[in-house]
């Protein structure tokens, strides 16, 4: 049914979910059940001074009359049902345990532990999450490497062909599209290839939730029919912290199993005003989508040419659409770069809060992103804009210097020894980092965000990954999912 039709317009504009917890909320049943601060009345003054009395009334699980997660018959089966007409699904599920859970249970439901799956090296965290839980063995994709921005971009359809033809037993393809920093890929093609080949597409499209509703934005991945597709609502679009949508199209895949797994992965106890959130939010992309998108594009648009004309600052644009992994852009992601000042992303995102009072999404070695919103207006975007004024305005000693270092560029993939979940769970030892080269990884190493891991169980260290975790040491970033933070030492495969 099409968006702008009279029946779905109306039919959008409900909201069975939400309106089910406030009428509960608003029936004041006296509560023996959890949670255990009885709709606010036991939580701390402190606390519901900030966030108020009748947030607190919708903090409920699963009481009747709200539905369940784990078979949703009700009013969530309702809310669900409207989300896949929204996004062009057969069916929607609500996740709360964010896209994270999505992408486990997509991987789990597709492979059995020793399947071949085909996965970008440059996916989340969550993908090799997935790989450890189910057992499968991936064959990492190359993603296109853009020397000039030192940023991966997506998976080409060459790069798939030759992976398909390598590896004809392989049962599914992991697409990540968009990247983080907005890039996406030419998922129609893509997803065609992989049909073509007999195997299922699952795609990462965490970044892309607001896709399906402004034709301005890159084709989403359940209109160039992928099989199962994860969107991370509360990154982009208005739904509470952790919530995000499972879409899952046609027959390829089999549904039962993919609740199974989504069951595995959700907690039992989802807090009703999550879901309620994703229910609203629907509501509003569906109904008002084109219009919201519409305005925070312009917005974006107008910032991105405002701090393209500043000297010193490269801002990506359009221009990269064409090249090799880069078919389509996000226009709401705005990438920035002070490199030709010599300040790192780490560094900029430091100044940007400290002197400009704003708070950017991602930084890395090279850039800054901030993300546009429906929810952003002039004001917020032009203090932005202000804020990298102020740091040209600053004098150059600012710098630590760190992008003058020869190591101060992406590492090759280190090469793949064992399956993620046989590194994980083989016998490790500890050793000093600096003698890990040659040694198999049992732990996966990020910086977060973007979360894609520098080494992942089951990879070698190689010199190059450990220059590059040093040099992201000393640069300042937040390195997750080791035992030792500092990276004074590393466990590896004890053989
Ligand atoms: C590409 C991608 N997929 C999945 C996730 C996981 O999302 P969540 O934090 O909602 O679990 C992220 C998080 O940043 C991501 O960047």
Do not use: C
């Given at each position: 049914m099409k968006i702008s039709s009279k029946i779905f317009q109306e039919e959008q504009q409900k909201t069975p979910y939400l309106d089910a917890l406030i009428a509960y909320a608003e029936g004041k049943i006296v509560p023996f059940h959890v949670p255990g601060h009885k709709q606010g009345r036991g939580i701390h003054p402190k606390l519901k001074e900030w966030i108020g009395e009748s947030y607190l009334s919708l903090d409920l699980t699963e009481v009747p009359g709200l539905d369940n997660l784990s078979q949703p018959k009700e009013v969530l089966r309702e809310a669900m049902n409207l989300a896949a007409k929204a996004y062009g699904a057969d069916y929607s599920y609500f996740l709360v345990n964010g896209s994270s859970s999505g992408v486990h249970s997509m991987i789990m439901a597709a492979c059995n532990p020793g399947d071949k799956i085909l996965v970008p090296r440059n996916a989340h965290k969550s993908a090799f999450a997935g790989l450890i839980f189910s057992g499968a063995v991936p064959v990492y994709m190359k993603p296109e490497f853009d020397f000039s921005l030192q940023m991966d971009h997506t998976i080409?359809?060459?790069?798939?062909?030759?992976?398909?033809?390598?590896?004809?037993?392989?049962?599914?393809?992991?697409?990540?599209?968009?990247?983080?920093?907005?890039?996406?890929?030419?998922?129609?093609?893509?997803?065609?290839?992989?049909?073509?080949?007999?195997k299922i597409a699952l795609v990462d499209e965490a970044w892309g939730p607001h896709f399906h509703f402004h034709p301005k934005l890159p084709i989403s991945a359940v209109d160039a029919e992928a099989d199962l597709v994860v969107n991370s609502t509360h990154k982009l679009l208005s739904s509470l912290t952790q919530t995000s949508l499972l879409h899952l199209k046609g027959n390829r895949i089999d549904r039962a199993r993919v609740e199974s797994c989504l069951r595995l992965f959700t907690t039992t106890s989802p807090n009703c005003l999550l879901l309620a959130s994703?229910?609203?939010c629907r509501m509003q992309m569906a109904t008002q989508g084109e219009t919201l998108l519409g305005k925070a594009i312009s917005l974006a648009e107008t910032t991105r040419a405002e701090i393209r004309q500043l000297s010193g600052v490269q801002c990506i644009g359009r221009e990269i659409v064409g090249n090799p992994g880069a078919a389509d852009l996000d226009p709401t992601r705005v990438v920035i770069s002070l490199r030709s000042l010599g300040l790192t992303g780490y560094?900029?995102?430091?100044?940007?809060?400290?002197?400009?009072?704003?708070?950017?999404?991602?930084?890395?070695?090279?850039?800054?992103v901030a993300l546009i919103t429906i929810s952003d207006s002039e004001k917020e975007v032009d203090q932005l804009v202000k804020g990298i004024k102020q740091i040209l305005k600053m004098p150059p000693q600012k710098s630590k210097g760190l992008l003058e270092k020869k190591e101060a560029k992406l590492p090759d993939w280190p090469p793949l020894k064992?399956?993620?979940?046989?590194?994980?769970?083989?016998?490790?030892?500890?050793?000093?980092?600096?003698?890990?080269?040659?040694?198999?990884?049992?732990?996966?190493?990020?910086?977060?965000?973007?979360?894609?891991?520098?080494?992942?169980?089951?990879?070698?260290?190689?010199?190059?990954?450990?220059?590059?975790?040093?040099?992201?040491?000393?640069?300042?970033?937040?390195?997750?999912?080791?035992?030792?933070?500092?990276?004074?030492?590393?466990?590896?495969v004890k053989l």
């Open positions: 080409t359809a060459e790069t798939l062909a030759e992976n398909l033809e390598q590896h004809p037993d392989s049962k599914a393809v992991l697409l990540v599209s968009p990247t983080y920093y907005g890039v996406a890929a030419d998922l129609q093609k893509l997803v065609q290839m992989i049909h073509d080949s007999g994703i229910d609203a560094e900029v995102d430091d100044l940007l809060r400290t002197v400009g009072r704003v708070q950017i999404e991602l930084s890395d070695l090279f850039h800054v064992l399956s993620p979940r046989e590194a994980f769970v083989s016998r490790h030892e500890t050793i000093p980092f600096e003698k890990a080269s040659g040694k198999i990884s049992t732990e996966l190493i990020t910086t977060y965000p973007p979360g894609i891991p520098a080494i992942a169980p089951g990879e070698e260290f190689t010199k190059d990954i450990l220059d590059y975790l040093w040099l992201e040491q000393e640069a300042g970033s937040r390195i997750t999912g080791v035992a030792d933070s500092t990276l004074q030492t590393v466990r590896v």
